[in-house]
């Protein structure tokens, strides 16, 4: 059963233009929310997180957005670059019964950025 | 000093062979942790360790032994491994537990003949 998910298993956009990457979780006990961004043969770098207290969080180019209800988070990346290309996973925990880091990621999205 | 540092970065093994992987941080962070990454699939907690203590063992084979010698370091032994262990191995470290960021090493990609 998989509770964090990334219908989206690939995205191309280009240079300039706005990434939009989306999420979908189902676990109404997941109360943080995360991104990471991960390159070939390296580990997954964090990007941004969000608290289900906030609907939105912003960190330069990156905009987390929190839809509790729909139970959907989505990341904007403005504008995009050639860098950004990579495989970005979504995260969510809480709801464990106490102080945990108990990440559960979704299933990545391919992004490409072309110059 | 921001990285958590794996080792090594590759290893080969058979399945009647004993072999550690290790995992080093210096930030100071009090959890520490492993998954485990197959291709095209996300990470999957294994452990969670606080304060040197196991803390989280998702359901896993006893062929997978991990240990935390001390705050900075965590070892994952492998002993009889099967094929479908062929996998990367991440390591990842955070503050405490239920700080939300998790910093992650570059993973130890094994393989099991």
């Known amino acids: 059963d998989q509770q964090v998910k990334q219908n989206s298993p690939s995205l191309s956009v280009q240079e300039g233009r706005i990434s939009i990457l989306n999420c979908d979780y189902t676990n109404s006990m997941f109360d943080y929310f995360l991104w990471y961004k991960k390159y070939p043969a390296e580990g997954p770098t964090f990007l941004i997180s969000?608290?289900?207290?906030?609907d939105k969080n912003e960190d330069g180019r990156f905009t987390v957005f929190l839809n509790k209800s729909a139970k959907h988070l989505s990341l904007h990346i403005v504008p995009s670059q050639p860098g950004d290309s990579a495989v970005y996973f979504c995260?969510?925990?809480?709801?464990?019964?106490?102080?945990?880091?108990?990440?559960?990621f979704g299933t990545g999205t391919l992004l490409a950025v072309q110059p | 000093d921001t990285e958590v540092t794996q080792t090594p970065k590759h290893l080969v093994m058979g399945m009647t062979n004993k072999k550690s992987l290790k995992c080093e941080q210096h930030m100071g962070h009090r959890a520490m942790y492993w998954y485990k990454q197959k291709a095209k699939k996300p990470p999957e907690l294994m452990f969670v360790y606080s304060y040197e203590k196991l803390s989280i063992n998702e359901s896993v084979p006893s062929r997978f032994s991990p240990e935390c010698p001390n705050s900075s370091l965590l070892n994952l032994h492998l002993h009889a491994l099967q094929p479908e262990d062929s996998a990367l191995y991440l390591c990842a470290s955070s503050y405490g537990l239920g700080t939300g960021e998790l910093f992650f090493g570059e993973g130890s990609r094994l393989t099991v003949l």
């Open positions: 969000i608290s289900s207290i906030k």
């Open positions: 995260a969510a925990s809480g709801g464990y019964g106490g102080a945990t880091n108990k990440l559960i």
